[in-house]
């Protein structure tokens, strides 16, 4: 079983609550909306990051990290992007030759509320906002289990 760390819309600001509920995880993947790169410095002190710009992002970000990545995770193939959305939206976010039916699941954030859940047979996921700068929703993160044919997902509010 491999165990990740998901997280979104950070926003500059990387509250000291997550790095214990992170300790473990095999890859921290964040879903944009970054706000500096100290944010990421500080999460690859637990584990490697895999991350992706957000809508909100400067310079910086944008420049270091694209707006989707494939991630293979034990042969589960996932989209990380930043905005989530309809099936004909994600599907134009996948390079050329892959299909909805080779993602199993579609981790995003940018909309601020959690979710876990599956939908012809993808798994969608958003671990909310983390940041506490985002003061009308209660700051959340989420580990992904993932192992023996299975996904779990667990939002963690903080």
């Not at 400067?58 to 420049?63: D, H, T, Y």
């Not at 995003?108 to 909310?128: A, I």
């Amino acid at each position: 079983m491999i165990k990740i760390g998901v997280l979104s819309d950070t926003h500059g600001y990387l509250d000291p609550k997550i790095i214990p509920l992170f300790q473990g995880v095999m890859q921290i993947l964040h879903a944009g909306d970054i706000g500096s790169l100290e944010v990421i410095t500080q999460l690859e002190k637990v584990a490697p990051v895999i991350a992706v710009h957000g809508n909100g992002d400067i310079n910086s970000v944008l420049k270091r990290f694209p707006d989707r990545q494939i991630v293979t995770v034990s042969s589960n193939n996932i989209l990380l992007t930043h905005i989530g959305g309809p099936l004909t939206r994600l599907k134009n976010l996948l390079p050329e030759g892959m299909s909805l039916e080779d993602i199993d699941m579609v981790i995003y954030g940018h909309s601020h509320s959690p979710e876990f859940r599956q939908r012809d047979g993808l798994f969608f996921f958003n671990p909310g906002a983390a940041s506490i700068k985002m003061c009308y929703v209660t700051p959340s993160v989420g580990l992904l289990t993932i192992g023996e044919g299975k996904i779990k997902g667990d939002i963690v509010t903080f």
